[in-house]
Structure formats: C-alpha cells, structure tokens
C-alpha cells in the first residue's frame, strides 16, 4: 500500500509540475480529457481547483527560484490533499494517465 501511495504521490509531482508551466492548449486539452475520465464529482473539482490554487503561488515561487527542495516538499502536501479526494478508481486511472504520459515523454535530460 506504501509503494501504491508513494507511486501515486510521484506521479501526481510530475503531473501537477508539468501543470505549473504554462499551459499550450494541446496540455489544456489532455487535462480536460483526463479529469473528465477521472469522473469527478463537484465536489471533487471544488476541492482540486482549491487544492491546487493553495500551492500555486509556492510552486511557481519555488520553480522560478530552480529551489528543487522546496518544491517537493509542496508537492508533497498538495499530492497528499488530493489523494484524499479521489477513489480507488480514480486513483488506478490518474496513475494510467501518468504513467501513459511518463513514457511517451521519454527520459529526463539534464
């Protein structure tokens, strides 16, 4: 279960660090479509939307300062307000997403 959440958790960081940039309109799109396979309820987006305005401000202070730290420790508690919000179902398919889009991005550089 540790390894499910810690999978979860690395794959929401690369989701919502790819977010933080600013969105072309084919990213806007491929969100779109993966929230709205996600199904998530009002409720769920009322709570995305304000989970991930709390951290936006960080995250972009953090990424422009190229502080690696700093931007993982908000991650983290972003990444871990969100995994209270979704299902096991959710989870299994936003982890799919991320995966899917992990390896047709390739290898890091740098």
């Known amino acids: 279960m540790n390894i ?3 999978v979860l958790a690395l794959a929401i960081l690369c989701f919502f660090t790819l977010q933080a940039t600013a969105q072309t ?6 969100l779109d479509s993966m929230l709205t396979e996600l ?26 300062n190229k502080d690696r730290s700093a931007m993982k420790t908000q991650m983290q508690a972003m990444n871990q307000e969100i995994g209270q919000i979704l299902n ?7 982890q799919a997403f991320l995966d899917n889009k992990k390896n047709a991005k390739g290898p890091r550089k740098g």
């Open 4 to 6: 499910i959440k810690s």
């Open 25 to 30: 309109g084919a990213r806007k799109a491929q």
């Open 39 to 64: 199904n998530l309820d009002a409720n769920q987006k009322t709570q995305l939307k304000s989970i991930r305005d709390k951290y936006k401000v960080d995250l972009k202070t953090a990424r422009q």
């Open 88 to 94: 096991e179902e959710q989870k299994r398919k936003w």
